[in-house]
């Protein structure tokens, strides 16, 4: 079963740069589609990005487009999500997992599962 843990989150100024990481563990990440999905206190999770098996194709959502940049590293078993022109209604806890497709609205495959997150924070 693909594990995964998130980190990269943290505190910063409107305008501001993030680099989230997923490290994946247990099978590559070369078979898997894998989306990164947000979620805001009191909101659904949400999917932001997507990068299909073959690294090929990205997708995002249209409220990040032109902000995040999804990448991964299939050696390194991780996938990146570089955010820039941070905005306060980015502020959630990130998380990545596989996904079904990398079509919009994200969809996690059913045996996904969560790691704990990383907390992006967007406050001056």
């Known amino acids: 079963q693909l594990q995964v843990v998130e980190s990269g989150g943290g505190l910063v100024q409107p305008g501001g740069s993030l680099r989230l990481s997923c490290v994946a563990s247990?099978?590559?990440?070369?078979?898997?589609?894998i989306g990164w999905f947000r979620q805001a206190p009191g909101k659904d999770r949400e999917g932001v990005s997507c990068?299909?098996?073959?690294?090929?194709?990205?997708n995002y959502a249209d409220s990040v487009k032109g902000r995040f940049t999804i990448s991964k590293d299939n050696a390194k078993m991780t996938v990146y999500l570089q955010i820039d022109n941070l905005k306060p209604d980015d502020t959630a806890v990130y998380y990545c997992?596989?996904?079904?497709?990398?079509?919009?609205?994200?969809?996690?495959?059913?045996?996904?599962?969560w790691g704990p997150g990383t907390q992006v924070t967007v406050s001056s």
């Open positions: 990068i299909t098996k073959s690294g090929d194709t990205t």
């Open positions: 247990g099978i590559s990440i070369s078979y898997f589609h």
């Open positions: 997992a596989p996904t079904t497709s990398c079509l919009m609205p994200l969809n996690p495959t059913y045996y996904a599962s």
